[in-house]
């Protein structure tokens, strides 16, 4: 039901993998798609009843999970990537490890669903929607791996565009700000005790509140709609201001 009374079915007929289904923007996301028609594919690395087990850094459950997906919606319209990680650390304590994560969950993890999704995505509604944040966009202080990380998802998002709009496939990405999720709170503790407060007062949005997991669920359901059917390669901005 849309907000003026109308029942909204956007995605009647359409059939949607989303990853990082299993808490706040994906799982908003599913539920969204889902309550206008979609059938939807969640994957997590916590599966649930709902939710299949799968990892988007692995290209072996990559290609599993992709190829049950296809089986079980009996084709391909939507995908999202949601899946992804986020720790504060200064420089000098940014481990080999941590750096290759982060680009691991939300670089390579976009790289490789989409590269397996782009053979099956129908060409009628074809189209993926990652999730970036607007710390790809500005820079960052304290998270330089995961600034790094989504600024190159979206420059992946602008350059798969191009490459697949002959093909009839859409490709853009959202750039959220804060968003109350799950993931908030561990990344908020892990912010250095003793980081300058100037570049910390960047990160507030001038919207004096965070983004809700639902909204941001609205904006992948725009791009992913008909509605959007000109719109390709954008990276749309949903921050409360941040960037202002
Ligand atoms: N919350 C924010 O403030 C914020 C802001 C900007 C962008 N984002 C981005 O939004 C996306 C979703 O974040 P969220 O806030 O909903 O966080 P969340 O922690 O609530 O959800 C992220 C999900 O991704 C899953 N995941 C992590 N690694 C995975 C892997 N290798 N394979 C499959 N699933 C994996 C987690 O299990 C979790 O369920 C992330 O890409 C995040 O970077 C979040």
Not at 3 to 22: D, K, N, P, S
């Amino acid at each position: 039901m849309s907000r003026y009374g109308a029942v909204m079915t956007r995605f009647e007929g359409r059939r949607a993998l989303v990853t990082g289904a299993a808490s706040g923007i994906g799982a908003a996301t599913v539920a969204l798609l889902r309550s206008e028609g979609a059938t939807v594919v969640g994957i997590d690395l916590q599966p649930s009843d709902d939710v299949w087990e799968g990892d988007v850094t692995d290209p072996g459950s990559v290609g599993a999970f992709m190829a049950a997906a296809l089986e079980h919606l009996g084709g391909l319209d939507i995908v999202v990537n949601v899946a992804g990680i986020v720790h504060f650390s200064r420089i000098e304590d940014l481990t080999w490890a941590d750096w290759q994560h982060h680009l691991a969950v939300n670089l390579t993890g976009p790289f490789l669903v989409s590269q397996a999704a782009v053979p099956h995505l129908a060409a009628r509604a074809g189209c993926i929607v990652t999730v970036a944040s607007v710390a790809g966009l500005k820079g960052q202080a304290y998270t330089s791996a995961y600034s790094a990380s989504k600024g190159g998802a979206v420059l992946f998002t602008k350059s798969l565009a191009l490459e697949v709009a002959d093909r009839g496939i859409r490709v853009n990405c959202v750039c959220p700000g804060g968003v109350d999720t799950p993931l908030l709170g561990p990344a908020s503790a892990s912010i250095p005790t003793d980081a300058d407060p100037r570049l910390m007062d960047r990160l507030h949005s001038v919207i004096p509140a965070l983004v809700h997991p639902d909204e941001v669920a609205e904006a992948i359901a725009y791009l992913a709609s008909d509605a959007a059917r000109m719109i390709t390669g954008t990276a749309l901005v949903i921050d409360g201001g941040t960037q202002s």
